[in-house]
């Protein structure tokens, strides 16, 4: 799969006043038709745009990305602005780990529970401390993933279902 690539530069003019110091940042964007997606998921200083389709099986919006993921490394999902999927700063909200996904993800300062066994999925409730971390190989996956919001029909990305191939 070929990508294209944007890189975007510090600023070393020392005439520049700083905000903050940001990182050399690596955006990837996906060579599929653009879906015009405002998901991406970071990896150390590498940010690539999901792509989406109706899943076939939950007949849902489904967000997928290919990719290599890098062992022992913290993984994110965001929008472009920066906002991170699913949000951390209230209850009630976080991760579901979907068959082999439990084998390759791993959460810390969570609260993690296993479903039944007959379910085959971990459901993380996330604080704003929490942290997934990808654990397996560095590798290609490709990722899935679904975004769910509150019953109440308000866009807040409360909740991210992960399945990975």
């Not at 993933?145 to 990975?164: A, C, F, H, K, T």
Request: net charge negative; aromatic share 10%.
């Amino acid at each position: 799969m070929s990508e294209q690539y944007i890189k975007v530069k510090k600023n070393d003019d020392p005439n520049t006043k700083h905000l903050e110091e940001k990182p050399l940042v690596e955006v990837t964007r996906s060579t599929e038709p653009d879906t015009g997606e405002d998901v991406y998921l970071v990896q150390s200083n590498s940010k690539h745009q999901f792509a989406s389709h109706i899943s076939p099986l939950y007949g849902t919006k489904e967000y997928y990305w290919t990719g290599v993921l890098q062992k022992d490394t913290q993984i994110k999902f965001v929008h472009n602005n920066g906002k991170q999927i699913p949000i951390h700063e209230f209850s009630n909200c976080g991760y579901t780990l979907i068959g082999k996904a439990q084998n390759y993800f791993t959460s810390k300062k969570a609260l993690s529970a296993k479903g039944e066994s007959c379910d085959d999925q971990e459901y993380i409730y996330i604080n704003q401390h929490s942290q997934l971390i990808y654990t397996g190989e560095s590798e290609e996956h490709t990722l899935f993933l679904r975004i769910y919001d509150n019953l109440e029909g308000i866009e807040n990305d409360r909740w991210v279902v992960i399945s990975i191939e």
